[in-house]
């Protein structure tokens, strides 16, 4: 969907509201423009901003692409599209999608102001990622891991059990790119912890990348140019 000229324009002044669509995972969720580009926020999140969500476009921008072992790609949290969009557009990579999703009213929002204007297949499942997860029989290239409540990983998804079972989805020699909190003393406490203690056990040549007020942990830190 576009927006009028004249609030793109006005977006590089001030944040311009475009669409609220609150739901019960997200009581306060609206796609606004900032910079000429939708953002999706909540309450106390940006959950996606195109190609300036920098925690992605700051790790994608040391991935060596080449050492993926394919095209297919798995989103554990959607957002409003941004590693799509940036993997396309920015990166100009052509890979597959499959998106799990738990909250319907952000497929509606991604569908509406991203996806559409997409060449790359996207499929969107809207499910419970822990429990998708656990009954896919597919394997991917590349795993996306931006699951938030608001601003909260749910614990469920910081458990060993659950980074064994992506380490089952991936292709030999693919990669997990895992997007943690970073921005303050607790955030850093809790994040550290998790790579050193949990992460790092399941995937001992990880390495993790700072990226400005968020940490993308990498499962296999080779792929890190």
């Not at 576009?2 to 001030?14: A, G, I, N, Q």
């Amino acid at each position: 969907m576009e927006v009028p000229r004249w609030k793109r324009w006005l977006s590089y002044l001030t944040e311009v509201h475009v669409e609220s669509a609150p739901s019960e995972v997200n009581p306060h969720l609206y796609v606004s423009m900032r910079n000429g580009r939708y953002q999706l926020s909540t309450a106390n999140a940006i959950y996606s901003y195109e190609d300036l969500y920098t925690n992605f476009l700051y790790a994608f921008r040391q991935i060596d692409f080449a050492r993926l072992p394919g095209r297919e790609v798995l989103l554990l949290g959607l957002g409003l599209g941004s590693v799509p969009v940036m993997l396309e557009r920015v990166f100009k990579q052509d890979f597959s999608y499959l998106a799990v999703e738990l909250d319907p009213h952000v497929i509606y929002l991604a569908n509406t102001y991203a996806l559409s204007g997409l060449s790359s297949p996207v499929t969107t499942m809207c499910a419970d990622a822990f429990a998708y997860t656990q009954q896919l029989d597919e394997t991917f290239a590349l795993i996306c891991m931006d699951i938030f409540l608001d601003d909260v990983i749910p614990a469920a998804f910081l458990t060993a059990s659950y980074l064994e079972t992506l380490r089952g989805l991936l292709q030999p020699g693919g990669v997990l790119l895992y997007n943690c909190l970073y921005r303050n003393p607790d955030d850093k406490r809790d994040t550290e912890a998790f790579y050193t203690n949990i992460f790092q056990q399941v995937f001992p040549n990880a390495t993790s990348l700072d990226v400005h007020g968020n940490w993308i942990l990498v499962s296999e830190g080779g792929v890190v140019g």
